[in-house]
């Protein structure tokens, strides 16, 4: 975000150097909601789409849409925004700012919606017709306007060649899937969590392999002004001050497993109930899919010993369902404590302990802490591998070589036998599901050290970083993950 800042002050102070030409950028307002943005690829380093809707921009000012492109594709800057619903007439005032070898372009224009188009390109009306249709024989194609029926043109065609180029995503339930199809969005411009059809909250005790400190509920999600919180709060608040030593039932609203201590809890002891309240959204019973780039505008957690939970997780649990032997895939993770927050990671977690646990994460160290701001947090996940990028920059590859497999056997992880059944990418090349929540604690991914009030391995863990609550609980002022939207997109 650094990077950004500093680029858009740079346009705003110094001269413009315009050494090079940049076309105007194709929009086209999409039906029912939103618009594209399209700009072909010269050797630009970075595009960058600032705009407004029916109001003009002041000067170079971020805009009500605003987006940092990581990466063209298929030789194509693209910029989908999925939230205004745009009429005709509607003017939409943007400015692009674009670099090449150092040098800069930045571009003011502004453009009226005249027309529509659906996800795939096609030109609609304002109900979601239609507006053209070709019939294609042995003879010249002719094609129909819909509204009266008459030829419109001639085209000395016998064939009709498709548009789609078929991807190497897969999606449950879908069949035909394109390159580049959005294949999921969620922009979080509900009211009330219950609004929000594509996901389903966790209610339950989280338990192994990492065993963190917190129950999760509903209590802790929020909506507001497009964006989702997840926010912590002591399980005391919900109740009473000596609930960590009695007994909870979640009861019919538990979503794990039913007669398990993932929804009934009985304090004894030492060992107390998890005594912070945390949420978590999955997408496990309306969206799963295998390949494809994700992409997250989030702000993480700040907080001793919180962390965000921004990940991929297996469906089925094909290669097992403990250990991480089917996997697990963090698109964003950086530890709440300001000691730790300038470290990001991202990547795949594919064992429970050290050293293969993270062998396979990648780093970027931030300038700043990660949760100062909102970042873009995106992944490609590929049959042969993933790239991990944050605000466009690619920070990270994850090559499996081999095979997952190979190198978990040579690290003495035993369940990696079970992914010579599958590809190189094995476990990573079933279903899987977005996953967005905030946990405490935990027995694996805080290291023992003379400032954490527990020890990993300790019986009493759980209990001791209860009593430790006054040199963590104030910490907690501005805890919320927040996300502002949430998008899949085919290979």
Sequence with gaps: MLIIKLLLFSACVLPTVI?????????????????????????????????????QLDGLEMGQYSKDIPFPENDQWVYQENKPKLKLGDTIYYWTFVLKNGQRNIQQGSWTVTGFVNNNGISVDEDGNPTRVEFVTDSPSIVFDSKFGTPATLKPEVTVTSSCQESQSAVLGKTKICKGDLLFAEEFDKSDIKELTNWDPEVKFPQEPDYPFNVYMTDSLGLDKGILSISPSLLQSKYNEDIINERLDLANTCTGRMGTRECAQ???????????????????????????????????????????????????????????????????????????????????????????????????????????????????????????????????????????????????????AQWSRGTAMAPLDEMFYVSLGLRVGGVNDFADDSIKPWRNRNSKALLNFWNAKDSWYPTWSDAAVKVDYVRVYAL
């Design 19 to 55: 050494s090079f030409t940049v076309p105007k950028p194709k929009i086209e307002a999409i039906y029912p909601k939103g618009f594209r943005v399209s700009a072909p690829n010269d050797g630009y380093s970075f595009y960058g789409f600032r705009s407004n809707v029916n109001k």
């Design 266 to 416: 009985v304090a004894s002891g030492f060992l107390i109930l998890p005594p912070v309240i945390t949420g978590k959204l999955t997408t496990k019973n309306k969206f799963n899919f295998r390949f494809g780039r994700i992409e997250i505008r989030a702000k993480l957690t700040e907080g001793n010993w919180l962390i965000p939970e921004i990940t991929l997780e297996p469906r089925d649990s094909v290669y097992g369902d403990q250990r991480y032997e089917s996997g697990l895939i963090r698109v964003a993770f950086a530890k709440g404590n300001t000691l730790f927050a300038k470290k990001l990671y991202g990547g795949p977690v594919l064992s429970d302990s050290e050293p293969y646990r993270t062998i396979h994460m990648k780093e970027k160290t931030g300038i700043y802490n990660w949760y100062k701001d909102f970042h873009n947090y995106s992944m490609v996940w590929k049959p042969d591998g993933l790239e991990l990028f944050v605000d466009g920059d690619m920070y990270g590859t994850v090559d499996p070589g081999e095979g997952f497999f190979s190198s978990g056997l040579k690290h003495s992880v035993k369940h990696a």
